[in-house]
């Protein structure tokens, strides 16, 4: 009865979400977020936006401001640590900058690996490990709205905790996550449950009453 009453609620909001939606401009498309299985569908904007899938990833994804060290094994002048700059570009040495924005670390381990072989090192061993991850963003209604460090399990009542909590203005009902994909900015109706992620704007909407 308990897992019952709580996916209820969990669509009860999601339906609230997609209503406040419908009544407010913002043009930015919304999706979907199946909790099930962490991904997104898109389901179309506020203003009648044609739908499509954009099945999102479980991997960690790479972006920017996200912070990594790279070993190249026996070659201690390339191993270090790096950061992805604003247009999810990392500078690295021998081979440039390399376009990493969307990868996961094992896409970039095989990608610097495959610059470096055979022009400079030969069959190169190279490990990728992310050290910092991009902050999320609480904006709106909320004590201290603004960026703060990505930490694992985060949800949207944790990151308006993180925030200060609620204002007495704060709709607690129901909220929207927006989060880039494939370049697009994207809306995400969202519980207080939903998990947030680096790179994430957790949206805290004023009540209307």
Do not use: W
């Not at 904007?45 to 790479?62: C, E, H, M, N």
């Not at 002048?77 to 440039?96: H, I, M, Q, R, W």
């Not at 703060?148 to 996550?177: C, E, K, M, W």
């Not at 957790?202 to 009540?207: F, H, T």
């Amino acid at each position: 009865m308990m897992i019952v009453t709580r996916k209820l609620m969990t669509a009860t909001g999601l339906i609230a979400a997609f209503a406040l939606a419908a009544c407010d401009s913002d043009p930015t498309p919304i999706v979907a977020a199946l909790p099930a299985d962490n991904t997104m569908y898109l389901t179309g904007s506020a203003t009648g936006g044609a739908a499509g899938d954009i099945r999102q990833p479980a991997d960690y994804r790479l972006g920017a401001n996200d912070r990594v060290r790279i070993i190249v094994f026996g070659q201690d002048k390339l191993t270090g640590e790096y950061a992805v700059d604003g247009s999810g570009n990392l500078a690295f040495p021998l081979v440039g900058p390399l376009p990493v924005g969307g990868m996961s670390a094992t896409q970039l381990e095989k990608t610097i690996a495959g610059k470096l072989d055979p022009d400079y090192i030969r069959n190169a061993s190279v490990s990728v490990e992310v050290l910092t991850r991009r902050p999320f963003f609480v904006l709106g209604e909320v004590q201290k709205p603004g960026s703060y460090p990505h930490q694992p399990d985060i949800n949207v009542l944790t990151a308006v905790a993180t925030a200060g909590g609620f204002t007495y203005r704060a709709r607690q009902t129901s909220f929207f996550i927006k989060r880039m994909k494939d370049g697009q900015m994207v809306r995400v109706p969202a519980t207080a449950e939903t998990a947030v992620r680096p790179g994430d704007i957790v949206q805290i909407s004023e009540r209307y009453f």
